[in-house]
């Protein structure tokens, strides 16, 4: 007995709908997969990614994780990226965080959670390299808004130094990585600015303070 068949019934009208609209959609995306964009995101329920940027299925590859983290230890996040640049052959990476992330909500404060709190010590440390920016705000609402935004800033530039994404470079493959973060509160993304395209932007944008 299925305990969960509301979503059961809820595949069956998503995927009849697909069909109505496009009677050749799942037998096309059967066959092959050709995105353009590798998204890099947080698990949170509240952050749908193919939703968030209209795209359909099949037009997306996407990795999460809590507080949308990428480290030089992490063979699942690495696999994820080599497939996508060298198989799939994106062209775009996206690293996506959020307003009111919880786990850098954790990271900010220190506390300890168990398991997850090795994860978040490499939050932790975007915290604490970035200690004086943070200390100028006053209230922590404001603080945890802007280690948001750090944290999207330091998992673009480690993107930019695996092995994949300079290999890539190496090669003359066109390949962008970006840094954007969305708000829960009104569903929409904003563009934070970086974009790198060569191991040398990637210098000089760590070379900023």
Known sequence: MRILNHL??????????????????????????????????????????????????????????????????????????????????????IVCGHYGCGGVLAALRGE?????????????????????ALEFFRDEAERHHRLCELNVVEQVLNVCRTTVVQGAWERGQSLAVHGWIYSIGDGLLRDLDICITSPTEMRQRAAKP
């Open 112 to 132: 300890q959670l168990g398991l997850i709190d090795n994860w978040l010590r490499h939050v932790q440390d975007v915290r604490d390299k970035n200690f004086p």
């Open 8 to 93: 059961f019934e809820n595949n069956r009208k998503w995927a009849s709908t697909m069909t109505q609209r496009d009677p050749n959609f799942f037998k096309r995306l059967s066959h092959q997969q050709t995105p353009q964009y590798l998204w890099i995101g947080c698990a949170d329920s509240r952050v749908p990614a193919n939703e968030i940027v209209g795209l359909l299925p099949g037009e997306l590859f996407v990795h999460r994780n809590v507080a949308n983290v990428v480290v030089h230890s992490d063979l699942n996040c690495l696999s994820v990226i080599q497939y996508a640049v060298e198989t799939l052959r994106v062209q775009h990476i």
